[in-house]
């Protein structure tokens, strides 16, 4: 009687483990009967040319990026992040449990100079059903997108994910590498040490926010100009989101961080912060001040604030602006609040003086410094805002700018435009006609003291610079 309650258990645990596999519904994962069924649920998947589809490797739905630094869906686009071995791929349609369609095409490498650490080159195959086999010639990680709208297949191999925001030591100017390695059976990179301050942070990968695969760079985001994929994960560090699906990190303690981030081949991307210690005692925190210039004589009046950016160059914190006044009153003021306000006179600043006066009608370049951590405060304003300048820029050289007009302000993003005739040859945007404070890399997300950029074809562009108080972006319209 024993012998037959153990056999009696033994099945019973034996089906109740088949029924976690087997017994939902078809979307779920079926076992192998040996009848020729694909052992995963239907979607599209990378897939050997010799070989079966794996759950690790499946393409899902995903939004892609949308004006004003947001998110969209898109019909037809799918991605996601998996390791390949080098070999000869497929995309396949698996539709009830069968293979019923297969995917290929043609191949070419092209250069997107939106990297920050040169990582720059990625795969693009044109598909179509029953084409060629793709393939990989290199293993590893790749960030792999299929866009069914344009027939396009997108390979980017990720050398490893970092960290950026101003709560890290670079801010949002200069990504904090991890190290790390990654193989078929997952990845992890981390640095320890990191001290993290009260602000804001994101993962990107191969420091750079997205792919940008629109067909005219420069004519939005309607969906039928293509898309700009993201590289890039924000939320939480307990929920990641891809792209602008999640907001930037928020950071809200102070301290010393052994950071890691994992890649699973299951479960995707997670991150953990490890705090390890306190960060060393400040004085002073330039991420507490962020500057900005409200006032009458502004675009936006009293209601919102005109941002400043901030760089430290030899022990000095200083913050620029390019504003547009008119005659009247305006203030400096942090965080866009009164708890901390300048006023009195441009060259002798006080915490809560006076309003200050502007000096009349234009345009102008601000900086405001404090070398002793607070303690006193200087500011220059002189006329001349944005520009560009270089070889390929309408001047044509490196010694004089072009410059922009303030075209509005509206949501709190600030926008500059000028027209003019642009060569094949490399320029830039600077503020002031100065180099403390100038723009360069990919159009789409600038970088302070970022690359050269250039044009191609040449012609008469409109140039238009967005700032929205964190990103600078810029559009380049073929006229």
Not at 202 to 221: E, H, Q, S, V, Y
Not at 351 to 366: E, I, K, W
Request: net charge negative; aromatic share 10%; hydrophobic share 35%.
């Amino acid at each position: 009687m024993k012998n037959n309650w153990i056999k009696l258990l033994g099945l019973l645990l034996v089906s109740g483990a088949l029924c976690w596999t087997s017994c939902g519904s078809d979307d779920e994962l079926v076992i192998d009967t040996g009848s020729g069924d694909i052992n995963v649920s239907d979607g599209l998947y990378m897939s050997l040319a010799d070989g079966t589809p794996s759950s690790s490797a499946q393409l899902s739905a995903e939004s892609v990026e949308d004006e004003g630094f947001a998110s969209q869906d898109r019909s037809g686009f799918v991605g996601g992040y998996m390791y390949l071995d080098a070999g000869d791929y497929n995309v396949v349609q698996v539709t009830s449990k069968e293979i019923a369609a297969t995917i290929g095409g043609t191949a070419e490498t092209v250069t997107d100079e939106g990297s920050s650490c040169g990582f720059n080159d990625y795969t693009v195959v044109t598909t179509a059903e029953g084409g060629a086999a793709i393939n990989v010639a290199t293993s590893g990680l790749y960030r792999v997108t299929h866009d069914q709208t344009t027939s396009e297949l997108i390979l980017y191999q990720i050398d490893s994910p970092n960290l950026i925001g101003n709560a890290t030591p670079g801010g949002w100017s200069a990504d904090t590498p991890l190290t790390g390695s990654v193989s078929a059976d997952g990845g992890s990179w981390s640095t320890e040490g990191l001290v993290l301050r009260s602000g804001q942070w994101k993962i990107r990968m191969n420091c750079r926010w997205n792919l940008d695969r629109r067909t005219d760079p420069n004519a939005g985001f309607d969906a039928s100009n293509g898309y700009q994929l993201f590289t890039n994960f924000g939320g939480s560090v307990s929920n990641l989101l891809n792209g602008n699906d999640g907001a930037n990190i928020e950071q809200t303690e102070d301290g010393e961080y052994t950071v890691t981030v994992n890649w699973s081949p299951q479960t995707g991307w997670s991150v953990n912060a490890e705090r390890t210690g306190d960060a060393p005692e400040l004085t002073f925190n330039p991420n507490d001040f962020q500057w900005g210039i409200i006032g009458e004589a502004t675009t936006s009046g009293w209601d919102s604030d005109q941002n400043m950016f901030h760089k430290e160059v030899d022990g000095t914190h200083t913050w620029y602006g390019v504003v547009s006044l008119t005659d009247g009153a305006f203030k400096f003021r942090i965080n866009d609040d009164w708890n901390f306000d300048l006023g009195g006179s441009i060259d002798a600043l006080v915490p809560a003086g006076a309003n200050l006066v502007s000096p009349g009608p234009g345009t102008y370049y601000v900086t405001l410094s404090t070398a002793d951590e607070g303690a006193s405060w200087t500011a220059t304003m002189d006329l001349g805002g944005w520009g560009v300048i270089g070889m390929g820029s309408p001047t044509g050289n490196w010694d004089n700018d072009t410059t922009l007009t303030m075209q509005s302000m509206e949501n709190g993003v600030t926008s500059y435009v000028m027209q003019g005739d642009f060569t094949d040859g490399e320029w830039k945007f600077r503020a002031g006609s100065a180099w403390d404070l100038n723009l360069g890399g990919d159009l789409g997300f600038l970088n302070v003291d970022g690359s050269n950029i250039s044009l191609s074809p040449a012609g008469t562009y409109k140039i238009t610079l967005n700032f929205d108080g964190e990103v600078y972006s810029a559009t380049a319209e073929l006229q």
